[in-house]
């Protein structure tokens, strides 16, 4: 058996100009971090007499051929790799799917990753990235882009410079232990309980860039060039420790992209945003991934503690995490020796 640890993220800025439809006209640039909530993937190979293929995720799959497989990011993998039999895929998250902290990209790159293992093949961050990419985007032609897998891979606080041909250039953010701690003391992040598939926010997006003919063309457009252009400014604040400044920078990030769609922010969202700005002291905020709901990002630099009750009492706890420095994992390799 191989176990794979794959970390979830937190978009800090440019989040949505890692599409094609933004990227191949203006290239694309996103300021992320991974974070202590992880993806677990377990490959067991079966006995021989067994030859069916078994996924295990929130359904249970027993099929005979790959063709067969409903879920399609566990199918193009295996199917990537070629292995077609007595193979078990089973998953655990320490976060719910559906919640804007990448877990379908951490759950493909895991995937790869164990499958990597299991073939005793290099396990190289960025080619695994670039695998899962190319599952979602060429092979399954889903409207995401390039972040969730390069970060997944990766880890730690990165920029992703892409170019107008989806290259990707990896710039790791050195980061101070102590604006660390800030970070996370007065960032807090909170639940929801609205799941969401990123899928059909982003796909909006993702035809509204495209095509020139429609009527929020342009606005999209003018947004996440706004958008990319905070992410830049949004790192330079961070790397200067400068977190309320760069809070303030978050708060006009989210209002460029809200301005994209109705579907990324929820009214009863919006009336709350507004009234912890005023109410007690946050200084920006934003849901976290595509939107339209999961976790809510509130900057809140004086009265954390009494945000925290407040939030509670809307039935949104607060989420502990910490950023994690490591990308994609074997943590466990218990692979039987009668297998070489």
Avoid at 101 to 119: E, F, H, P, T
Avoid at 143 to 157: E, M, N, R, S, W
Avoid at 214 to 243: M, Y
């Amino acid at each position: 058996m191989i176990i794979t640890r794959t970390p979830f993220r937190i978009t800090l800025g440019g989040g949505g100009t890692d599409l094609p439809s933004f990227y191949e006209e203006h290239g694309g640039y996103v300021f992320t971090m991974a974070i202590n909530k992880f993806m677990y993937i377990m490959l067991n190979r079966r006995s021989v007499a067994d030859r069916k293929i078994v996924i295990r995720y929130s359904q249970v799959e027993t099929v005979s051929s790959i063709d067969e497989i409903r879920n399609p990011l566990a199918r193009e993998a295996l199917r990537m790799h070629n292995l077609r039999e007595n193979i078990e895929l089973t998953s655990i998250a320490d976060m719910p799917g559906k919640s804007g902290l990448g877990s379908s990209g951490s759950y493909l790159v895991g995937i790869l990753n164990a499958i990597r293992s299991y073939q005793q093949l290099p396990i190289d961050p960025m080619e695994i990235a670039a695998e899962a990419c190319r599952i979602e985007m060429d092979i399954l032609k889903e409207p995401v882009g390039k972040q969730d897998q390069y970060i997944a891979a990766l880890g730690g606080f990165r920029v992703l410079d892409i170019d107008k041909k989806g290259h990707v250039s990896v710039e790791t953010v050195p980061v101070d232990f102590s604006v660390i701690t800030e970070l996370v003391s007065k960032a807090r992040i909170y639940y929801t309980g609205v799941q969401r598939s990123a899928t059909a926010v982003l796909k909006t997006q993702d035809e509204a860039a495209r095509k020139a003919d429609r009527a929020d063309h342009k606005q999209v457009v003018d947004s996440l060039l706004r958008i990319k252009e905070l992410g830049k400014e949004i790192k330079a604040k961070f790397e200067q420790g400068d977190l309320d400044a760069f809070a303030t920078l978050m708060d006009e990030h989210w209002m460029n992209k809200r301005k994209m769609s109705k579907s990324i922010s929820l009214s009863t969202l919006d009336q709350l945003y507004d009234k912890v700005k005023k109410d007690y002291g946050v200084l920006g905020g934003k849901l976290i991934g595509a939107g339209g709901g999961g976790f809510l990002m509130l900057y809140c630099p004086d009265r954390a503690k009494e945000l925290d009750a407040f939030m509670a009492e809307e039935k949104m706890p607060r989420i502990d995490y910490f950023p994690s420095p490591q990308g994609t994992r074997v943590v466990s390799d218990l692979t039987p020796l009668d297998q070489f």
